[in-house]
C-alpha cells in the first residue's frame, strides 16, 4: 500500500477509525498529524468496542507503529489513562507507540478557559469538547506553549509551568473561575512525563528513515474538512488544520511523499456541536438516534443528522485533493426510501455550487435535493460490491460521481468484515 492521507470529507465523525482499522492491515506505520482528545475513534473488533482519543487506530494490529505527531497537542495524564486503559484490554502499548517531542501540552487552564469562553458566548458558542484545544493552539501560534520537550526536563518544565500558571491565574480571575493550583498541576504532569519518556523520540528523523526502508504509512486525520482552522466554516471549527496539508506540516513529512488521499464520508451528513449544517433534517435525526446511531464518540454528545451534501463533499474533494473515497454507514439508510441527495444550494435566489465561506450565509442556504431510489434491505451481510441491492450499488456511484472521487470503499457496518474493497 502506497503512502496514504486520510482525511474527513464532512463535518468529522464519518466512520474514520473504522476504515484506518481496516487498511492497517497492509501499512507499516500509523501517524496522527492533528487535533487532540477532542478526537474519538471507535473501532470494533471482535465483538470488543475501542475508543481511541490520542493513540492512532493502528494500535489495535500487532506489528503495526503508532506515531503522535508534532502536529497533535498532548494531555499526557489523558494520554497515560488511554495507554492504561488499552493494556488492560489486553492490547500492547510500548515500542509501537513513538510520541514527538515537539508537540505541544495541553494544561488545565487551557481545559478552563475552553470552557469559560464557551458559557460567555451563550447562544453564540462554538460547541467545544471543553477539552483545551483551542487555548492549547493559541499558546502555540503565540509561541508561548509548552511542549513535550519541556516535559522531558522537570526542573524547566516547572519554571515555565509556574509562569504560565501566574500568567493564567489572572486571566481566570477576571472569568470568575477558580485559580489553578501549581504544585497539584506539575506533580500530575511530571508524574506523566515519566511515564511517557520511553515513548518520546524525535519522530520527523524516525517517519524520514522510515521512507528510506520503504516503509508504506497512513496520515490519520482526525475531525473533518469543515471544521479545518482555515477552509472550515468558520468560527464553528477546531484550532488545528485537519484536511490533507495538515498531515504535512503536521509530521514532517513533505508533500512529495505522498501518493494518496482518501476521503472517508458517511451515506449521509452529520455534525456534534453548532454551526451550519445546510441538509439537517430532524426526521432523519429522530430514525438515525432511534437506531442508536450517530453518537459522539468522545462527548457522548447526539449528533445532528441530514441527507447527503454533496456540494460540501465536491468542495472537499477540492481542498484534499482527494483520490479515492469511502463510503460508511451505508446500512443506516436500509430502511429509508426515497433518499435525497443535495446538489446545489440556493441562496437569497441564487443557485451555489460550493458553500459560501461566511458561517452566516450557509446558515440561511436552501439546499437543492434530488431523490434517489432506497433498496429497503439489509446491507449488513455484503461481502462483495455485487452482493448490494442495485439501488444501492446505484446510490453509492451517484455520490462518487457528485464528488468527484473513485469509489474504492463501502462499509456497511462498523465490524472489520463489513467493509468492501473495490
Known amino acids: 500500500m502506497a503512502n496514504t ?40 473488533h471482535r465483538g470488543t468496542k475501542y475508543v481511541l482519543h490520542l493513540i492512532p ?9 503508532c506515531v503522535i505527531g508534532n502536529g497533535v497537542v498532548i494531555d499526557p495524564v489523558a494520554l497515560v489513562a488511554e495507554i492504561d486503559g488499552l493494556q488492560k484490554m489486553g492490547v ?52 508561548t506553549g509548552l511542549r513535550i520537550s519541556d516535559l522531558m526536563q522537570p526542573e524547566v518544565f516547572s519554571e515555565k509551568l509556574e509562569a504560565k500558571i501566574r500568567e493564567n491565574n489572572s486571566i481566570l480571575k477576571a472569568f470568575g473561575a477558580k485559580p489553578i493550583r501549581f504544585r497539584e498541576v506539575n506533580e500530575a504532569y511530571l508524574t506523566a512525563g515519566e511515564k511517557l519518556r520511553p515513548f518520546v523520540s524525535n519522530t520527523v528523523v524516525w517517519l524520514h528513515r522510515a521512507l ?18 482555515d477552509h472550515g466554516t468558520y468560527p464553528y471549527v477546531t484550532s488545528s488544520n485537519t484536511t490533507a496539508g495538515g498531515a504535512c506540516t503536521g509530521s514532517g513529512v513533505p508533500p512529495h511523499r505522498m ?7 458517511k451515506a ?42 454533496a456540494v460540501a463533499a465536491h468542495y472537499a474533494t477540492m ?63 455484503a461481502k462483495k460490491f455485487a452482493d448490494l441491492p442495485p439501488s444501492a450499488r446505484a446510490y453509492v456511484r451517484k455520490l462518487a460521481e457528485l464528488t468527484g472521487a473513485k469509489l474504492s470503499i463501502v462499509s456497511v457496518g462498523p465490524a472489520r468484515g463489513q467493509t468492501i474493497i473495490l
Open 5 to 44: 492521507i486520510l482525511v474527513g470529507a464532512q463535518w468529522g465523525d464519518e466512520g474514520k477509525g473504522k476504515i484506518i482499522d481496516v487498511l492497517t492491515a497492509n501499512v507499516d506505520v500509523v501517524v496522527r498529524s492533528q487535533g487532540g482528545n477532542n478526537a474519538g475513534h471507535t473501532v470494533i
Open 212 to 229: 528510506q526502508r520503504g516503509k508504506d504509512i497512513l496520515f490519520e486525520g482526525a475531525q473533518g474538512t469543515f471544521l479545518d482552522i
Open 92 to 143: 500492547a502499548v510500548g515500542k509501537n507507540l513513538l510520541i514527538s517531542d515537539t508537540a505541544h501540552l495541553v494544561l488545565p487552564y487551557h481545559r478552563v478557559l475552553d470552557e469559560q469562553r464557551e458559557i460567555r458566548k451563550g447562544h453564540a458558542k462554538i460547541g467545544t469538547t471543553k477539552r483545551g484545544i483551542g487555548p492549547a493552539y493559541g499558546d502555540k501560534a503565540a509561541r
Open 259 to 265: 501518493d494518496v488521499v482518501l476521503g472517508v464520508v
Open 319 to 381: 481542498i484534499n485533493g482527494v483520490d479515492e473515497l469511502a463510503i460508511t454507514n451505508l446500512d443506516g439508510l436500509d430502511a429509508v426510501d426515497p433518499i435525497r441527495v443535495c446538489v446545489g444550494y440556493r441562496l437569497n435566489g441564487r443557485r451555489l455550487d460550493v458553500p459560501p465561506c461566511d458561517a452566516a450565509q450557509l446558515e440561511i442556504c436552501e439546499p437543492i435535493y434530488i431523490e434517489l431510489s432506497g433498496w429497503n434491505s439489509s446491507t449488513h451481510r
Open 57 to 65: 487506530s493502528g494500535i489495535l494490529r500487532r506489528g503495526k507503529v
Open 268 to 309: 449521509y451528513t452529520t455534525r456534534v456541536g453548532e454551526g451550519a449544517l445546510p441538509t439537517e433534517d430532524t426526521g432523519v435525526t429522530a430514525m438515525l438516534h432511534k437506531m442508536g446511531r450517530e453518537f459522539g464518540a468522545t462527548t457522548g454528545r447526539a449528533r445532528r443528522c441530514g441527507w447527503f451534501d
